[in-house]
């Protein structure tokens, strides 16, 4: 993904923002509500002297800040049909959909694709106003490339109690993904801090005094060339998932970004990481009962299992 030079901003840190915290920084220099520097910041869309931050660090007058903002608030979202976005479960407070690959959470920079906010405004489905204007109703994201379950408020009830849900880590997600290789041990936690790669900053990596992350998994099927694992994140960065498997010697099939061997996707006809938000669930912001979503594997992830258990 490539980023709108227009939306790109460098500069160093004025003497007046001495010690702020980067979401106030934000919202003083660019005039950004504090939410919304806030999500910048959990996105990794904020560099200091070259390493992402979070909304709570604080900064240092005459480091180097480099943001990447938002489309300008107020700009409306362009209702657009999206092939393959399919609604689980709806009614006057949430909408559960099944996000195909391809699509984002909501428009960002350098981000000219469907969105499920775009595909849910062009089904004519109503959502929160509350949040940027280009992320409205979204209280969770999954790369362009994840398939699987998403929740989107459609009440203000239901987005600020869910956001708070998600922050307070009291939603149950649950990810499937196919790995290079058998980790070892076949039930961990990888317990290592992620920031910018310090060479490519389009990729994250696991630096030392990066932001902490934690993810949980077991394995629940194992092939000569790959395993099928079940993941649950104690933390939500940036390509979380994939970056610690990677640092394993693991990476997602079909991740070549992060070293996948593209040999092995292309004989199981995988042309992305294979990444899948299979499981979701939180209390209803309607009226506090525990629901939960599961989605079944695209037709392209559930071939390659196929062929990974006719191999076997």
Do not use: N
Not at 24 to 34: C, V
Not at 134 to 162: F, P
């Amino acid at each position: 993904m490539t980023s709108s030079p227009d939306l790109h901003r460098e500069l160093h840190v004025p003497d007046g923002l001495e010690g702020q915290r980067v979401d106030q920084a934000l919202s003083r220099l660019f005039g950004l509500t504090r939410s919304t520097a806030a999500d910048l910041a959990d996105a990794g869309a904020v560099l200091v002297d070259g390493r992402a931050r979070g909304k709570g660090d604080r900064l240092v007058a005459g480091s180097w800040l480099e943001v990447e903002l938002p489309p300008p608030p107020g700009d409306p979202v362009v209702a657009a049909p999206v092939d393959g976005l399919g609604v689980v479960y709806d009614d006057e407070d949430v909408v559960v959909v099944d996000k195909p690959v391809g699509v984002a959470a909501h428009p960002s920079p350098g981000w000219d694709g469907p969105t499920v906010v775009g595909g849910l405004l062009a089904a004519g489905y109503r959502i929160s106003t509350s949040g940027a204007a280009e992320r409205q109703g979204i209280v969770h994201r999954l790369d362009a490339a994840t398939t699987g379950l998403m929740v989107v408020a459609k009440s203000e009830r239901a987005y600020t109690l869910l956001k708070a849900a998600f922050k307070q880590r009291t939603v149950d997600k649950g990810y499937h993904a196919l790995v290079q290789g058998h980790p070892d041990p076949s039930r961990g936690t990888i317990d290592a801090p992620i920031d910018r790669h310090p060479k490519h900053d389009w990729r994250f990596a696991v630096v030392t005094g990066g932001r902490p992350s934690v993810t949980h998994y077991e394995t629940i099927e194992a092939f000569p060339a790959a395993s099928l694992v079940a993941i649950k994140l104690e933390t939500g960065r940036t390509h979380q998932i994939r970056v610690h498997f990677s640092a394993l010697k693991h990476p997602c099939v079909g991740d070549t970004t992060y070293g996948a061997d593209p040999t092995l996707a292309a004989r199981l006809g995988v042309s992305r990481q294979w990444l899948h938000a299979r499981r979701l669930g939180f209390a209803h912001p309607g009226d506090g009962r525990w629901v939960e979503f599961t989605s079944e594997y695209p037709a392209d992830l559930a071939g390659a299992l196929a062929v990974l258990r006719a191999e076997y």
